[in-house]
């Protein structure tokens, strides 16, 4: 096992026999904010375009901040997986945390309706069919990372979704100085790149 708490904190990445789906993803949080009280909070930071929740986790205490956001694209639950695993880790590992130094941001599920809308092949055996017949994404214009209000040149894109606002309120309350969409990559890289 390496001495290094990073390094330590990859190698012992869980194995996970599925997706989680949203509501396991809550229940997960629910625990996390038991477990750890005072060390983590809980923000409703809004709510989506059918009303659910979006949430965030708040770790840590640190002058720096760093957000990261899963299922921006609602059919790339891994980042949810990565994003679940890290708020426990960074709870649970005082050495990871005090080197990291950071406070982390973490909404777990960025569109959550787009999740739930996909739940219908998160836990079944994997096939192209069952995939296909039960996925989802938005269109566009109306994705969370391709809304943030832009002018270029003669172009304005005015209308950010609920779910984009919610990551807005973020970042302006917290000014991150890294933000990671944790869609459908792992972003372990991108924790060494915070140090």
């Not at 949810?80 to 695993?85: A, M, P, R």
């Not at 959550?112 to 017949?133: C, H, I, Q």
């Not at 002018?151 to 000014?175: A, G, K, N, Q």
């Amino acid at each position: 096992m390496s001495s290094d708490p990073v390094q330590r904190a990859i190698e012992e990445v869980l194995s996970y026999p599925s997706f989680t789906t949203y509501q396991e993803l809550e229940e997960s949080t629910n625990r996390l904010a038991e477990e750890f009280r005072g060390m983590v909070r809980v923000l409703d930071v809004g709510r989506s375009r059918c009303g659910e929740r979006v949430k965030a986790l708040v770790i840590g205490r640190d002058s720096r901040a760093a957000l990261l956001f899963g299922a921006p694209h609602p059919n790339e639950p891994v980042g949810t997986l990565t994003l679940d695993y890290l708020s426990w880790r960074l709870d649970s590992d005082e050495e990871l945390r005090e080197l990291l130094d950071y406070t982390w941001v973490i909404v777990k599920v960025a569109d959550v309706d787009g999740l739930k809308m996909n739940e219908g092949w998160l836990k079944k055996p994997f096939s192209v069919e069952t995939y296909a017949r039960n996925y989802y994404r938005p269109a566009g214009n109306v994705q969370i990372e391709r809304s943030f209000p832009t002018r270029y040149r003669r172009h304005s894109f005015e209308s950010p979704t609920p779910e984009t606002r919610c990551l807005m309120r973020l970042i302006d309350e917290y000014r991150p100085r890294s933000i990671y969409s944790a869609a459908g990559l792992v972003i372990a890289k991108g924790i060494y790149n915070c140090l």
